[in-house]
């Protein structure tokens, strides 16, 4: 855009209307704004032809344009949605997976199972932030790479003080959850 404003530009080659802007009332703005500074524009879901935005049909037709434009871009978010909201009805879980659980792709709906290894470790980290004191985020993060526990990037990466924190909040909030992962880590411990 600073191109634009500069002057630098005399053509814009826009591949579908649809992806360029998210409603018709940008589009026509953006366009007007281009159109005043003498800047062709070609679309080329439209054959690669310029609109002359001076002349009334030209107007029309980038109107009306647009207007299928944003009604492709919103059916599209709509049969996303749908689509998605079907799958969770149906189990899948969608997202990012806590830390502490996989997907078993060889059950039906896919559905999240703890992961031991990472229970345990999310365990580890209850132990270490719960008692008085409080030990830092990054103690706790020295403590597990000292114990030989590692983020599921590696034993290269590092420890986040936000991974850590969302692991402690979602056993603080659940007991059984908290329960469960305990148990996993005296499972590998013995």
């Known amino acids: 855009m600073r191109m634009v404003d500069e002057g630098k530009i005399a053509h814009i080659v826009i591949p579908k209307l649809d992806r360029a802007w998210r409603s018709a009332v940008d589009c026509l703005d953006t366009l007007e704004v281009w159109n005043a500074k003498e800047i062709q524009c070609h679309l080329l879901d439209l054959g690669g032809n310029t609109l002359n935005l001076s002349t009334p049909i030209g107007r029309f037709f980038l109107t009306i344009a647009a207007a299928f434009a944003e009604l492709e871009r919103s059916l599209v978010g709509e049969r996303t949605k749908n689509a998605l909201a079907q799958k969770i009805r149906g189990g899948y879980r969608a997202g990012t997976l806590p830390y502490?659980?996989?997907?078993?792709?060889?059950?039906?709906?896919?559905?999240?199972?703890?992961?031991?290894?990472?229970?345990?470790i999310c365990a580890r980290i209850y132990q270490l932030r719960s008692p008085t004191p409080r030990k830092t985020w990054n103690e706790i993060?020295?403590?597990?790479?000292?114990?030989?526990?590692?983020?599921?990037?590696?034993?290269?990466?590092?420890?986040s003080r936000q991974t850590l924190a969302a692991i402690f909040r979602r056993l603080s909030k659940d007991r059984d959850e908290a329960t469960k992962a305990l148990g996993f880590l005296r499972n590998l411990r013995s």
């Open 100 to 120: 502490g659980y996989r997907r078993d792709f060889d059950a039906p709906g896919r559905p999240c199972v703890p992961h031991p290894t990472e229970q345990a």
């Open 141 to 159: 993060a020295a403590q597990l790479t000292a114990e030989g526990w590692h983020p599921r990037a590696g034993p290269h990466a590092q420890w």
